[in-house]
């Protein structure tokens, strides 16, 4: 006796489009990281540019769309059925610099976590990025942090850049050069110093810019102007961590990028 064959269940998703890439004639694979389901690719049918089809416009990163995925689990790539595209970033879209934030932002999604691998916390962090790199109400490398620290957490990592883990001394007194515990995701005071674990330098001033953007109250955020030394410093310094932590993401190609946007070579 054969058994009937299952139809894939039509379901609705709020995602993230990654990447899309062309497939055949007329078709793309395109990798969506949902709210609910995490990454996941799916093929969409006649959906290449000068087609016209619903999802034509819609289906490039790093829009924010409302997608029906026939989903089958036995399917690596699952079949995409409407798309309503809830957010197109304009605004970031038209920048390169701002792009390369954006691609920034896809980049860690994608390579944080592995299809199916769901996590509410990442997507919401990400979508916050993006609103607010479109918003443009902080400067971007703050906007970037605050992404950076959220992966950290949402991956299950801690980082609490206040008591010293050392001495129990809360905040830990910091002066110009200070030790970040990749261990303990800690900051100790300037003339402590750790028994054990693997620690870099940090100077004071991103000591001083992780404190205020992991605290959520601080009123002076969207005034925040770092200087060049701790754009370059902080981004370079929680990509570290969570790669300490997290190795598979590995070096971030679209950081490289995006710091070559920001100071042209002459
Ligand atoms: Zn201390």
């Not at 999802?55 to 309503?84: A, D, N, W």
């Not at 770092?226 to 300490?244: D, K, Q, V």
Request: charged share 20%.
């Amino acid at each position: 006796m054969t058994q009937a064959r299952k139809p894939a269940t039509p379901v609705k998703e709020e995602a993230l489009i990654i990447r899309s890439i062309r497939h055949g004639e007329s078709s793309r694979i395109v990798t969506l990281f949902g709210g609910t389901r995490g990454k996941f690719a799916v093929i969409a049918k006649g959906a290449r540019r000068g087609s016209v089809t619903a999802t034509g416009g819609s289906i490039g990163p790093p829009h924010r769309v409302e997608v029906v995925v026939h989903f089958k689990p036995s399917r690596s790539v699952q079949t995409l059925g409407q798309v309503t595209l809830l957010d197109a970033y304009p605004r970031v879209k038209q920048d390169l610099t701002l792009t390369g934030y954006a691609a920034v932002v896809l980049e860690l999604l994608n390579r944080a976590f592995t299809d199916g691998e769901a996590n509410p916390d990442a997507f919401k962090a990400a979508t916050g990025a993006l609103h607010d790199l479109e918003q443009g109400s902080y400067h971007p490398r703050v906007v970037l942090w605050r992404l950076q620290v959220a992966m950290i957490k949402a991956t299950g990592f801690a980082l609490d850049p206040y008591p010293c883990p050392v001495c129990g001394q809360e905040p830990a007194v910091i002066g110009r050069s200070n030790l970040l515990l990749l261990d303990r995701g800690a900051i100790c005071c300037k003339d402590c110093r750790p028994s054990r674990g693997t620690s870099i330098p940090l100077s004071g001033e991103s000591v001083s810019l992780l404190r205020r953007i992991t605290n959520d109250g601080d009123p002076g955020l969207d005034r925040l102007k770092p200087s060049r030394m701790a754009i370059s410093e902080l981004t370079r310094t929680l990509e570290r961590f969570l790669r300490y932590h997290h190795p598979g993401i590995g070096k971030l190609p679209a950081l490289g990028m995006l710091d070559s946007l920001e100071t042209p070579q002459l």
